[in-house]
């Protein structure tokens, strides 16, 4: 399994980015979820948003429920993350992953291994 992952960069806050992870497998693996997790300086690994491949069901941290979107294109095996009034806490490295949706909550760090990443990328929100 392959993510690759685009977007990021700097937004002042307020401002909003706009996340995608493409997934290249040789099978499409419906009950899997696709999102992102994200790191921040000093912080631990945290669970932001996933989503069902396919049924669209979906996972947001209390943190950024209500600014961001998560989707998927089950055609390109692609999903997105909508990021919408961006705040300087949400600054941190952004990792692409697949795995069990039920895992994204309450990640740490022993859960590394049931998940596939890709690389991260990041995202600084800052005037």
């Known amino acids: 399994v392959q993510l690759q992952a685009s977007g990021g960069g700097l937004v002042q806050p307020g401002g909003s980015l706009r996340l995608s992870c493409a997934v290249r497998?040789?099978?499409?693996?419906?009950?899997?979820?696709v999102g992102w997790f994200r790191q921040a300086p000093g912080k631990e690994r945290e669970g932001v948003s996933g989503i069902m491949v396919s049924d669209g069901r979906t996972y947001y941290s209390e943190s950024v429920k209500g600014r961001f979107t998560i989707t998927r294109d089950r055609a390109k095996q692609t999903a997105y993350l909508e990021m919408t009034n961006l705040k300087p806490e949400d600054t941190a490295v952004y990792y692409c992953?697949?795995?069990?949706?039920?895992?994204?909550?309450?990640?740490?760090?022993?859960?590394?291994?049931?998940?596939?990443w890709g690389r991260g990328t990041l995202v600084t929100v800052s005037s």
């Open positions: 992953a697949t795995g069990f949706l039920s895992d994204w909550q309450n990640y740490d760090p022993s859960h590394h291994n049931r998940f596939y």
């Open positions: 497998q040789s099978t499409v693996v419906d009950h899997y979820a």
